[in-house]
């Protein structure tokens, strides 16, 4: 198997710390919409195509137990986790500072 490389720094995906550093300075902001959908949806917005979407979605929804997609800029999770959110993306290397969430 070839080992993949990171565009940006051309370390091993492995070394690479390019996501981790681009986790820690996003500006997000979480948000429960509830108007296009029968259900609540948890919207976080402002991540930047430096983080890894769908690799971030995909932790968020084994982590929260609930379906989600991940689209341009933002994530959209099943239900309504403003409670737990900012704890879970601190874990993930956000920086809790930068997360803002509208409720
Ligand atoms: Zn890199």
């Known amino acids: 198997m070839a080992e993949s490389t990171c565009p940006k720094c051309g370390m091993p995906e492995d070394l690479c710390v ?3 550093i681009a986790r820690e300075d996003q500006k997000i902001t979480v948000k429960i919409d509830s108007r296009s ?3 609540e949806m948890t919207v976080i917005e402002g991540l930047e ?3 890894d979407l769908q690799d971030l979605a995909s932790t968020l929804k084994s982590k929260l137990a609930c ?3 991940a689209k341009e800029g933002h994530i959209e ?3 309504d986790h403003t409670r737990r959110i900012v704890d879970i ?4 290397g956000f920086d ?3 997360i803002e ?3």
């Open 18 to 20: 390019c996501d981790s």
């Open 37 to 39: 959908y029968n259900k």
């Open 49 to 51: 195509d430096s983080v």
């Open 67 to 69: 379906g989600g997609t």
């Open 77 to 79: 999770l099943q239900g």
């Open 89 to 92: 993306l601190e874990d993930e």
């Open 96 to 98: 809790r500072k930068n």
């Open 101 to 103: 969430v509208e409720a």
